[in-house]
């Protein structure tokens, strides 16, 4: 083999390893431009995932909030049903007891009966 021969066969090789370091460094072209396209995507899927559990969340304070209403309206309607009651107790029992101021009964009145056979309300507001 002559000196010709010899660099021509240099030059092979080293085309051929220059090719080999260029099909290398676009695989890793192409990996580097993969990787922040997954993690985008990551993102952006975890983004959404929160967003549909904050909406779901949402939905489901609105609903305690108005079940929480109905409840204080449901609280007010018979509190507001117990004063009528008792108001009525009062009359009946004043009635009662007007009827019968002449006979010798023992009447209690609501003021004097125990603390365990009473209902206190708040104020109406």
Do not use: W
């Not at 995932?49 to 079940?67: C, G, H, P, T, V």
């Not at 019968?100 to 507001?125: F, M, R, W, Y």
């Amino acid at each position: 083999m002559d000196i010709d021969e010899r660099l021509t066969a240099l030059e092979r090789a080293y085309a051929a390893r220059i090719m080999v370091s260029e099909q290398k460094a676009q695989v890793v072209k192409e990996e580097g431009l993969r990787t922040p396209m997954k993690r985008k995507q990551i993102t952006d899927s975890k983004i959404i995932e929160s967003e549909l559990a904050s909406f779901s969340q949402q939905r489901k304070i609105e609903e305690l909030e108005a079940q929480l209403e109905e409840a204080e309206d449901i609280v007010s309607d018979l509190t507001n049903e117990l004063r009528e009651v008792q108001a009525e107790l009062e009359r009946v029992y004043n009635k009662e007891k007007e009827g019968k101021k002449s006979q010798d009964h023992d009447i209690t009145t609501p003021g004097e009966l125990p603390k365990e056979n009473t209902i206190v309300l708040a104020p109406e507001s």
